[in-house]
T-cell receptor, first 115, second 114 residues
Framework: IAGITQAPTSQILAAGRRMTLRCTQD?????MYWYRQDLGLGLRLIHY???????GKGEVPDGYSVSRANTDDFPLTLASAVPSQTSVYFCASSDSHFSGANVLTFGAGSRLTVL | KQEVTQIPAALSVPEGENLVLNCSFTDSAIYNLQWFRQDPGKGLTSLLL?????REQTSGRLNASLDKSSGRSTLYIAASQPGDSATYLC?????????????FGGGTRVLVKP
């Protein structure tokens, strides 16, 4: 079934540890996104990528990094996790970032708890 | 900075009643607006996309209207069913100059009682 796969589904992490959330899509979409969802704050864009080899900062990029070595994969890395990064993280993709009509497809999410 | 507000935050209705979900946004310079559905513990599913040049979009029992000049969109769900229980989010999308980014509202949590 075509779509987005995120891993892990859930993770508990000690503060200060490094963590990479994985995201893979099989739809050959050129644009990919990482959002975090927090109660009372909604969904906020962390980083995005218009196409393989390029990335950009979203609304809340601090403490996170991404890479886009190929079309399918868009990992999100927390270099040194802090409790405020406890959240549910969603990866999304769309088939054209510049068309103005990009319907987003979302993954099921990764729930991260930083203690 | 685009700000998106959804009212009400929560809604509970008996089965069969029509649902009206409101979304307002501060920056009317949008390319399109999307409505999403989110089930508990799940990701978001796109329901409807309205282009900025359109006034409404329909899919089955769902109808979304857009008044770009006043910064408002409304999602109507006709003859609600218990399976419509979910959180509904709206997300206006800015144009190319703003990186085509979507800004999400906080959502309206809907409960349809059998």
């Amino acid at each position: 079934i075509a779509g987005i796969t995120q891993a892990p589904t859930s993770q508990i992490l000690a503060a200060g540890r490094r963590m990479t959330l994985r995201c893979t899509q099989d739809m050959r979409h050129n644009a990919m996104y990482w959002y975090r969802q927090d109660l009372g704050l909604g969904l906020r864009l962390i980083h995005y990528s218009n196409t393989a080899g390029t990335t950009g900062k979203g609304e809340v990029p601090d403490g996170y990094s991404v890479s886009r070595a190929n079309t399918d994969d868009f990992p999100l890395t927390l270099a040194s996790a802090v409790p405020s990064q406890t959240s549910v993280y969603f990866c999304a993709s769309s088939d054209s970032h510049f068309s103005g009509a990009n319907v987003l497809t979302f993954g099921a999410g990764s729930r991260l708890t930083v203690l | 900075k685009q700000e998106v507000t959804q009212i009400p935050a929560a809604l509970s209705v008996p089965e069969g009643e029509n649902l009206v979900l409101n979304c307002s946004f501060t920056d009317s310079a949008i390319y399109n607006l999307q409505w999403f559905r989110q089930d508990p513990g799940k990701g978001l599913t796109s329901l409807l996309l309205i282009q900025s040049s359109q006034r409404e979009q329909t899919s089955g029992r769902l109808n979304a209207s857009l008044d770009k000049s006043s910064g408002r969109s409304t999602l109507y769900i006709a003859a609600s069913q218990p399976g419509d229980s979910a959180t509904y989010l709206c997300a206006p999308q800015r144009g190319k100059a703003a990186g085509n980014k979507l800004t999400f509202g906080g959502g309206t949590r809907v409960l349809v009682k059998p």
